[in-house]
């Protein structure tokens, strides 16, 4: 494990080193100037970040080729668990008429499979108390509805006291007498049994386990954003998750949800500290693993994609705040670092997670140093192979990840049936492609904005999210892009001062900030989203087959 883990370290290294040289190349040819140097600086910083992403990439890739076929999952469908095993849905403001059929169905196939009497389901509500009557009429209805009621209870508590982390550590204090295991599950969260019972079997026949936590995908979607978005991620994450679980081995990450974890050592060792100045921590999963780790327990990836689902933000308003709440608890963790009790492995997983985020400012002041170069540097002539060179570099390596996993889908006929064979792969990937860089154009500009607010003392919130799907107003879209917009008509000002080759160059990577307000309310629009469920564009598996 320390070799692999020395190896990919290196190769990072070596692929931002290329990365840089590469642009030096295309930067060096009319001498420096400090737009020059500030691009170089920032695009240095940058491809830290883009090197992991490729090396994760390749990894991940060589690893799915050399074992087979994948997609299909592990077995332990008719495992019998010998440990008692809560169930843990923590809901806040939901609409229970989505939360609870999915469950149900997961008790019902546990049943089915014989190992239904060897789990309890506790709904931890933090719900407000507008929402608590009919959360509990629901919830009494279901309980009703099951062949063995007292398997299923109900907690709410009076306040949301450390969000969700303190949600659960609550129950493992208070509630979780008799249990030995836990499955945690969000609101969106969807598993099979034989997921489930995949996770149990792990952890039954691993005793130093700490907690399990299994692939999740997203669900199939009727809206645009969703469907587009989990197209990608779903190649792109099955490729990262294996190459996660081949060099970090039991010391991997912990997403919060779709996961089982030994209660005992969990309730011992998870419970979260303050923030130096008194707040709780948001992003909560990251640094229970990395404590679990630091008192010699295991934190396990199982990177099987069949069974564990979650659902994906409706709309771009959604995924934005959805992913800007991430980035606020995630840059917390600059503050835990140092604490006491973490493995070299369990801080290096703060600090990637940091990362994920912590890079994009340098993606916005790339992006002004370059418009900024085209406008005042008019006697060099524009280095159109450099700049393709460096522009092909940069997005093979960043989207390595993506890239790979869809080329593992063409190369494996079972694989590739699944997605509806090699042309609904093909129209997929390209629609999303496009999606893919409109959207990131716009987070570069979100994520920098909330970064710099919060390093100028803005406190972030944790609110409850809609998951229902929705049309998008041109005013809501207004309201919400029109500082990307600026930022997109400033920058193609002084791209257009080099002529028309820098304007074109430049669209791939930043047109998304001239189309974010179009582009926000297409992806929201039922039409949209209904025209390619018809042709089926970005289907997934679970689509073409339920």
């Not at 606020?328 to 985020?357: D, K, T, V």
């Amino acid at each position: 494990m320390v070799f692999r883990r020395l190896l990919v370290a290196l190769l990072s290294l070596l692929t931002a080193a290329a990365l840089m040289l590469l642009m030096h190349r295309a930067l060096a040819p009319g001498g420096w100037t400090v737009a020059k140097a500030v691009m170089m600086g920032s695009f240095g910083f940058a491809s830290l970040w883009v090197g992991l992403c490729f090396v994760q990439g390749v990894a991940g890739f060589a690893i799915l080729m050399r074992h087979g076929p994948g997609g299909a999952g592990g077995g332990a469908g008719q495992w019998i668990p010998a440990s008692r095993i809560a169930i843990g849905l923590t809901v806040r403001n939901e609409d229970m008429t989505a939360v609870l059929p999915p469950v149900r169905r997961l008790l019902d196939a546990l049943d089915a499979a014989g190992a239904g009497q060897a789990f309890g389901l506790f709904i931890l509500s933090d719900s407000t108390d507008a929402a608590a009557g009919a959360e509990e009429r629901a919830v009494a209805a279901f309980r009703a509805s099951d062949p063995d009621p007292s398997r299923i209870r109900y907690r709410r508590r009076a306040d949301n006291a450390r969000f969700k982390a303190g949600n659960i550590m609550d129950f493992l204090e208070h509630h979780a007498d008799g249990f030995e295991l836990m499955l945690v599950l969000d609101a969106d969260s969807q598993m099979s049994a034989a997921a489930v019972l995949r996770l149990v079997r792990e952890m039954e026949t691993n005793p130093r386990l700490g907690i399990v936590q299994h692939l999740t995908v997203g669900l199939p979607a009727s809206s645009a954003f969703p469907r587009l978005f989990q197209f990608g991620m779903r190649a792109g994450m099955r490729t990262w998750a294996t190459a996660l679980a081949w060099w970090q081995g039991d010391e991997c990450c912990y997403w919060g949800h779709n996961a089982v974890l030994r209660i005992a050592p969990f309730r011992a060792h998870g419970g979260l500290p303050l923030l130096p100045d008194g707040r709780p921590i948001l992003s909560h999963d990251q640094v229970e693993a990395a404590l679990l780790a630091g008192a010699g327990w295991g934190i396990r990836l199982l990177p099987e994609e069949d069974g564990s689902f979650e659902a994906n933000p409706p709309a771009l308003p959604e995924f934005m705040r959805r992913e800007l709440r991430w980035l606020a608890g995630n840059l917390e963790y600059r503050h835990l670092l140092r604490m006491p009790g973490l493995r070299p492995m369990g801080r290096w997983q703060l600090i990637q997670a940091i990362l994920l985020f912590g890079c994009t400012p340098f993606y916005l002041v790339l992006l002004f140093a370059a418009a900024f170069a085209a406008a005042t540097d008019r006697e060099s002539p524009f280095p159109a192979g450099a700049v393709l060179a460096v522009m092909l570099a940069w997005a093979g390596a960043i989207y390595a990840p993506k890239l790979l996993g869809y080329l593992e889908v063409l190369l494996k006929p079972d694989l590739r049936a699944r997605y509806g064979g090699a042309r609904g792969l093909w129209v997929g990937a390209a629609a999303e492609t496009v999606f893919t860089l409109l959207m990131d154009a716009l987070s570069v500009v979100s994520k920098t904005e909330t970064t710099a607010r919060l390093l100028l003392g803005m406190r972030p919130a944790w609110t409850p999210q809609n998951r229902s799907d929705r049309g998008v107003s041109w005013a809501e879209a207004a309201r919400l892009l029109w500082l990307h917009t600026v930022v997109g008509l400033a920058a193609f000002a002084g791209f257009a001062q080099a002529g028309w080759g820098a304007v074109f160059w430049a669209l791939p990577l930043a047109g998304g900030l001239l189309v974010g307000v179009p582009f926000c309310v297409l992806t929201a629009d039922p039409r949209f989203g209904g025209w390619l469920r018809r042709w089926r564009v970005a289907a997934v598996p679970e689509e073409l087959r339920p």
